[in-house]
């Protein structure tokens, strides 16, 4: 909720004719131009904006890391908790502001997270580095995963550990670029939700990047689109009323377990009685039986922790099962959660000659790849993926695995629109069901993007076990009603 008795104070962030592009890209074009923005002390301000529209460049010049880290050039004014940005130490700086990354992962240098914390929590309290820790596990009440490996963590669970570690040196200001990536409907939005009341409650400023930002309209005083470069404030009150009028909700049955959407039923793959833990710990898949068909669309829906990441990479063969068999009788393509592991090379255009080199695809592979990519605003395939936002590298990867896998083959997809937009969500969506021969296992944290693919057969994993989704019940909009959203 919004903080009760907020009122305007003097700019705690305030930027004024901000430029900024980085110096390795080919072209050197401007990311951030001639950009002015304030927020107030103790104001919660939402940030919208397409992918790539320099969202987490903003984010990188606030912090000063643009320039040290990134080799950006920056010009402008920037002033943080009422002081120039060059004039702040680096640990001036950390006890100002801190960020949480959409990428969890990139927050830990340990294995276990409690470790890390506690190592994090020792530069800026000393001998009292424990108690600190132990205060911010509790507000976020992480008891029961801090001292869980990583590796063994869902990055919705990460989240919730990332933003605990952000309030160890306890700032003024909390900056969350894509809070709500990887969080499922209801552990994780829920969660993100009353996290903000405790830090309105607090009184810190908070500055939210956010492409599900529908979720967040009730929590932020101030909301801003990102478009060109530049900042135009957005009127919360017209996006509301737009969000009542065009509202509708999706209920739908199940299909029969046996519809395949090919007219083929080859199968290509086969999971019987599948057990998997990870070393001594609780089983976290539980007998799991799934047939797919060429053509099938699979989603598979559940919680943040529910094991979803783990059932990809036992059909992948990245992981073993514990009990049980995975049969595969056609070619396997994974999308991790994280798509830069699955690109290796260093241009779009080299990526795509290396898919289509090794595998058996038509001759017009590399004809067909680019123009798709084309459509969806890749024009420029001399670029390296790393300087693509998290959505455009997802789609990215998404799109490279549809064109170049054989038309009898599978791919996985682990929550393919994250970064998305919702009408690049929309898109991405329409384009997978064209590809009506190749089986698809995608797996999903929201109800939400279920509705994108009527004809799925769509499963619920829950406590190890994995069953028929009894019923779709999905807020969507007309996509008329998506371009008529700011962005």
């Not at 009527?454 to 969507?476: I, W």
């Amino acid at each position: 909720m919004l903080q009760k008795g907020y009122d305007a104070r003097k700019p705690i962030v305030k930027v004024k004719g901000l430029w900024l592009r980085y110096r390795v890209s080919m072209q050197g074009d401007w990311v951030l131009r001639s950009l002015d923005f304030e927020v107030e002390d103790r104001e919660t301000v939402l940030v919208i904006g397409a992918s790539g529209s320099g969202k987490t460049s903003l984010i990188r010049a606030l912090t000063g890391v643009a320039q040290a880290v990134f080799g950006a050039e920056v010009q402008g004014e920037i002033e943080l908790c009422f002081k120039k940005l060059k004039e702040l130490s680096t640990h001036d700086i950390q006890k100002c502001v801190q960020v949480v990354n959409q990428d969890p992962y990139t927050h830990f240098l340990e294995p276990v997270p409690l470790d890390d914390m506690l190592s994090y929590a020792e530069k800026f309290y000393g001998n009292e580095a424990e108690e600190i820790v132990e205060k911010v596990v509790k507000l976020l009440d992480i008891e029961d995963i801090v001292n869980r490996p990583v590796i063994t963590l869902s990055g919705g669970q990460l989240k919730r550990i990332t933003i605990a570690k952000a309030l160890i040196p306890n700032p003024t200001i909390l900056i969350f670029d894509e809070p709500l990536m990887w969080l499922d409907d209801v552990n994780g939005v829920e969660m993100f939700k009353a996290i903000l009341k405790i830090l309105n409650d607090m009184g810190k400023t908070i500055i939210i990047m956010e492409h599900r930002f529908l979720h967040l309209l009730n929590f932020v005083n101030s909301m801003y689109k990102l478009m060109q470069g530049t900042l135009a404030k957005v009127d919360k009150s017209d996006v509301t009323k737009l969000v009542r009028q065009n509202f509708r909700r999706v209920v739908e049955g199940i299909q029969a377990l046996k519809t395949s959407q090919s007219n083929s039923y080859r199968e290509v793959l086969r999971l019987d009685n599948v057990w998997f833990k990870y070393g001594k710990e609780q089983w976290v898949l539980r007998d799991l039986n799934l047939k797919v068909y060429q053509g099938d669309t699979v989603v598979i829906y559940g919680s943040n922790g529910a094991g979803k990441s783990t059932l990809l990479r036992i059909i992948a063969g990245v992981l073993k099962p514990t009990k049980g068999s995975v049969k595969r009788f056609s070619k396997v393509m994974y999308i991790p959660q994280i798509p830069y592991l699955f690109l290796t090379e260093e241009s779009i255009k080299k990526e795509i000659k290396e898919l289509c080199n090794n595998r058996k695809v038509r001759e017009d592979c590399f004809s067909r790849c680019s123009e798709l990519l084309n459509r969806f605003g890749y024009d420029d395939l001399d670029r390296l993926p790393l300087h693509l936002s998290w959505g455009q590298v997802t789609r990215l990867a998404t799109l490279l695995s549809i064109n170049t896998i054989n038309r009898d083959g599978l791919i996985l997809l682990d929550e393919p629109f994250t970064g998305s937009t919702y009408l690049e969500a929309i898109a991405l969506a329409e384009t997978l069901r064209m590809f009506t021969e190749v089986a698809k296992i995608i797996v999903l944290s929201s109800r939400d993007y279920i509705s994108l693919f009527p004809k799925a057969r769509v499963y619920m994993l829950s406590n190890g076990v994995l069953s028929p989704l009894a019923y779709r019940d999905a807020h969507m909009f007309d996509k008329a009603a998506y371009r008529l959203m700011p962005p």
